[in-house]
Structures are given as structure tokens and as C-alpha cells.
């Protein structure tokens, strides 16, 4: 059985390359992406190379910074608030529940642990050079693997902000 909260940084590098570059159509990801002599084979790549030199760490500044949108290809929602004390607040955009969680910086990956609706979420940001919105890869239930989208939200200029 396969266990994906062992994954390395590596394996969700090379996992979120092949979903954004290679599988762009597919619902879900394939368990063969972890296999060593293709990790090897993709790392080595042309085209691996520059989507990494795409990539950046992220700093605790920036992340306590805002509020962040997540959301998946199934238009699912909600609303991260990073504390500095590595506390983390999830609201959904819809229902309006909250939710706590864990978070921690490592190698420039924002690593994220909580519990929504019954379900563990292991969530892996890694940002990017070029725009605001950033890839994620998130494990549910020690079992599921899917891709995310993340985005820094500003303070809003009128009205109350998302999460404050």
C-alpha cells in the first residue's frame, strides 16, 4: 500500500510536473508517478528543469501576509488564514464553518495539516515565479491525491475583507 504522507518534496515536485505538463486532461493521477526509474527519467528532463526554474520558495512573511484561496478542479472552495504562531484557520466560502489546522514552511513549501467535513487534508504549496497563483498537491485521507490552485488575496479596498 502506498503511503502519501511519506512523500518527499521531490515526489510532489515531480507529481504536480506531470499533472501540469503532461496529464493537463486527466481527472486523476496515476500511482506510476512514483515509481523511481520514472521520478529519474522526469527530473532529468528539459522540460522539468524550466517548470522547476518556474518555481520559488515561499517565505512566513508572505504567507501570513493574506488570506488564500484554495480550490480544485472540482470547484471546491475555501479560505486559509496563516497565523505566526503556525495556527491556521479554514473557513469554507460557501458554508461558512471554520476549521484549525497546522502549518510549517519547509524548503520554501507551505505544508498544510487539518480536518474538514471528516476528512484529513495534507495539502503541499509550492509557488511560482511568473503569477500569483500558485501549485498544490493534496493528499486526503492518506489516500487520495489531487491538484490545487492557490491564491494570495489582498485586503479588500471597500468592505470587509474574506477573512480578517
Known amino acids: 500500500m ?11 515536485k515531480v507529481i504536480l510536473f506531470t ?10 493521477l496515476s500511482l506510476d508517478l512514483l515509481d523511481d ?3 529519474s ?15 520559488r520558495k515561499l517565505t512566513e512573511t508572505e504567507v501570513v501576509a493574506h488570506s488564500w484561496l484554495v480550490t480544485s478542479q472540482k470547484n471546491q472552495s475555501i479560505l486559509l488564514k496563516f497565523e505566526e504562531n503556525n495556527c491556521l484557520y479554514i473557513t469554507s466560502v ?28 495534507d495539502i503541499n504549496i509550492i ?9 498544490a498537491l493534496q493528499i486526503v485521507d492518506e489516500a487520495n491525491v489531487d491538484v490545487l490552485k492557490v491564491a494570495p488575496l489582498s485586503q479588500a479596498r471597500y468592505g470587509k475583507a474574506l477573512l480578517e
Open 2 to 12: 502506498l503511503l502519501f504522507p511519506l512523500l518527499s518534496d521531490l515526489d510532489c
Open 19 to 28: 499533472y501540469e505538463k503532461r496529464f493537463i486532461n486527466k481527472k486523476s
Open 37 to 39: 526509474d520514472f521520478r
Open 41 to 55: 527519467f522526469i527530473i532529468t528532463e528539459g522540460d522539468y528543469i524550466l517548470w522547476e526554474l518556474e518555481k
Open 94 to 121: 460557501f458554508d461558512k464553518e471554520d476549521y484549525h489546522g497546522h502549518w510549517k514552511l519547509e524548503h520554501g513549501i507551505l505544508k498544510v495539516y487539518f480536518n474538514y467535513h471528516e476528512h484529513k487534508y
Open 127 to 135: 509557488a511560482n515565479n511568473n503569477s500569483a497563483i500558485h501549485s
